[in-house]
């Protein structure tokens, strides 16, 4: 470990609180410009049409309404967040052809208020001509389907600009009915090595679409001003990828495009991508010369801003005698709804967040991603994680029962270590796996409360109540690859000794402010009230890689300790002048610079920048940038899965303690013992709010949460009927963060926040399994499910065997 | 998520409130807590000319015993319905059912007037209340009436109320010696969901603390109206309380139940839960009717 750290690694509150406790932190839908008007937009009611004609005469007509757009208004804006040769970008802001699901955008409007414009809505006319649709991935894949996207798109993609390949790679697969994206990925022997293995298994899951349920409802406010600037406050994640999709799409330099600092009122993954609704408060502000405000409803924010896919998965692993996992066959079907979203991107990750957790030699991977015409999918916390681990981990339970070995053991036989290196090229620099699993299973009382493999479990029962416990493990990376690649920050100190922060960062109830703040405080050696932070702004702010793929610790951290340090380096030459020493010589504390040993020789931080802006004019302005993945040219490939990905990967463990309610199937989760290896916690109140979080999602994406479709129609777009957990619901929680040094990140830190959602799932399956013999697949493990499965427990109770 | 605009009242004398509702017809809405109606109001379910609040109507609130019955003012907060010293000692079921009705914030602004004219299947209080056979006031254009709770109900989000009407109080028999209730739910999440199914009984014991005398059973969720098991409460008067009687009790419950199928549970799995709360529901107000003699 470094040094003794003072202000790194502490629960220092947070320096948002206090704009948001008093209720002065900006949101969207806090921006209100003078002359602003209201957007609404009009979405198709069916899941697959033509249209025909669009009539906005009466609508236009309606007084009140400024500017009616259509999709002859977004011709030439196709675009979409896998933009590559391969899969090219299959959206537009307004439908052009064809509507794809209910709630695909058709037409905007903009009005003198909100009710006005929800008039207008109702006034434009829109001829359909209703084609069949589908909505079950399997069934579209068969060659009578409808196709969703009939024509083959054309055209450039913004992965070119980025360095990716002109030429478009043919596919060596056969082309299959609305698949709009497939991995294959293979290494070493898989046939020999199921050959060569003592137990086989094969397995299917199931997982069910889920919503991000951020507080905050999408919002965007646009202003086109007449000096040709277009200034927007977005919902957003990142604000230098929102900047270069809308450069792109509005057809505009991208410096002429600012995105102003917002707060985000949490994000999770759904408010990455460029969403419609943006896009058209842009042209309705630049056609109206006015500013526009569109503000989703939740109804809107459940059903059009993307949603976890809901995936099956097949297994096949074979095992030696002792438990190693020696051969694994994983297929992935997801259905990404009418525009791929991020499916070729998720499909690439389900084999991302297999590789760095147990050590599997012999490996063939197929995930395929499918158009159907259900809502769109995409980033959701975990971003494929909960659905694959869910998977592989309930596998894991079944094959340590068959084998008759403890699961836990299982795990820390198959666990990776320190030093190794993934097929794909990346080194695990840092890695606890084997301290969280051992940690977890102590904590936990693991060892009493699961008892010896096969041993009796009847004692549990307390009434119609049983407990059991189950254990899983996951990974996430530390950024990846993605534009702008890099992050940068400025450190610009003051007179008095204090110190501005400035970066692209988003803080979105991450902790971000806070955490990249007491980076900057511990290398200049400042307390945390001494730095203060401007972010978020693309005029104000450096490039951000944006607070997604979890790369904000490692990279935009990494980043802003250069850019402290630079400072730094600047002010100890200055002082050394003054205090006539070598810069090695010095070191600050509290705020001031004193040569080593020497009390009698110090001056101010305060004091030395005064005496360089006297003596050169320079006040002292750090800067420090970071690549993600510096020294590699190579991005990862989507489709083969080559390529190094990412610098560093967090990991986690958690026991997970249910209680299953046997006359009514419901399950409780009583406790969550969770360790997780972050590196360094930067601020570990923040961190074990992240994994407080994180075991919430992942919990109700266990046992409740499920977006319910009939015919493409989401039936519970509420918050009424799409339950997530509230605060009673959630578990006494326990368990820290284990020993681990990334060197990588600044400090030793790395991801936390997002992975630790991914465990939880198969903890609690494997616990409901456990507790009461029940092995429920399909998520969420409802108590219409369990009870049918108690029911139908053909089979005498695992214990009794 | 567009209210449409409407004209606003605050009425300050009941005959006032009733004969604005009755002038404006079926374009008003009366506004007791709003925690339904802004709602129906957000989601254009209702789209009003008028809303009448009747909260500056005096007299329409509060918890009182007078000669043997509890009267009970339409607009008496949720909240207090939960933690009146009355009710909790002499309706157990009535503050179980208030304690599980939304949040803390939800519980004092809504009412339990609103929550019975709401008519929701699942409305927290109409079990309880109809377990302890309240007789609900209603004042319109032609005087007041009133009724028993039971028919009261005639649809989902439907009441016997005629253009005008308005409802005032309820009023409850305290319960006879040897009386325990008990009110259960069960719901995915433990607060802010609707149930999946809600009980409320009541039991009342003989002399020899043993035999039912009188029995309800008032069923929530699983049909479109809070309903009496009739057959199941028959089925228990007479017979000792033991839990086979009420194991069987339960199972005419459920086959009397009416449930659906919906976005937030199944046909069969609610029935499966009216039989088990129904018993579980009856194991816990046996004690509470020993105890009370
Ligand atoms: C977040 C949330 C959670 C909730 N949770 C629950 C729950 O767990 N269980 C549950 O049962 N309900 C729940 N509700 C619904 C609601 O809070 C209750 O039904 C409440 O009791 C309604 O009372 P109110 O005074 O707010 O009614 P209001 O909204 O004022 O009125 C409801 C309806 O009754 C009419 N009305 C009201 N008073 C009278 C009167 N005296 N005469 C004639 N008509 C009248 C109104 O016109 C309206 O149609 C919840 C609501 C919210 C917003």
Redesign the pocket.
Known sequence: MTTELKVVGKSLPRVDAYAKVTGQAEFTMDVNLPGMLYGKILRSPHPHARIKNIDTSEAEKLNGVLGVITGKDTKDMRYAFVDTPRYPADQYPLAQDKVRYIGDEVAAVAAVNPETAQAALDLIKVEYEILPAVFDPYEAMKPDAPTIHDAEIQGDSIWEEWGAEKTKKSDANEKVNNVSGRTVITYGDPDKAFAESHHIREDRFETAATAHCALEPHAAVAHYDPAGQMHLWLSGMGIYYKRYVLSKVLEMPTSQVRLHKVYIGGAFGGKMDVYPYEICAALLSKKTGRPVKIELTRGEVFTTTRLRFPTYIDIKTGVSKDGKILSQHIRTVVNNGGYRGTGPVVIYLFHGWTAPVYRVKNMRYEGISVWTNIPVGGPQRGHGAPQIRFAIDSQLDMIAEDIGMDPAEMMLKNVRKIGETLPNGDVLNSCGLIDCVTQAVELSDWKEKRGAPGSDRTERKNGSIVRGVGISTTTMISGAPYYPFASAGIVKLHDDGAATLISGVVEMGQGAETTLSQIVAEELGISLDDVRIVAGDTEQSPIDMGSFLSGGATVTGAAIRLAAADAKRQLLEVASERLDAMVEELDISDGIVCVRDRPDRCMSIGDVVNYSVKKTGDPIIGHGSRKILSGTSRYPSLAKGTGRWTDAYGFNAQVAEVEVDTETGQVKLVRATTFHDCGTPLNPQIVAGQVHGCVSTGQGQALMEEIVYDDGRVLNPTF?DYRLPITLDTPETAGTEVESFEPAGPFGAKEVGEGVVAQTLAAIANAVYDAVGVRITTLPITPQKVLAALENQKKPPKNNK | MTIYPFEYFEPKELEEASSA?FEHGSEA????????????LKANI?KPKVVIN?KGVPG?SGIEEIDGELQLG??T??HDLETSKIIQENFPALSEAAS????I??RF????????????P?????PPLMAYDAQVY?YGPNGERSLPLKEFFSGPGQ?V?AEG????KFKLPIPALRSGSAYLRH?IRQ?????IVNVAVSLTLDEDSETIKEARIVLGAVAPTPMHASAAEKELIGKPATLEIFEKAAQTAAQESKPISDVRSTQDYRRAMVQLFTRRALEKALPRAAQKN
């Open positions: 009424q | 509702f809405a009366i506004l007791a807590g709003g925690t339904d109606l802004l709602n129906m209702l009747i329409l339409t607009l907060s949720i599980f009705l939304g949040s914030q939800i602004l809504a009412t339990v007037g609103g929550n019975i004219c709401r008519a929701a699942s409305a927290e209080t109409a209603m009441t109320l009407e308005i409802l005032t719901s607060l802010m969901d609707l149930a």
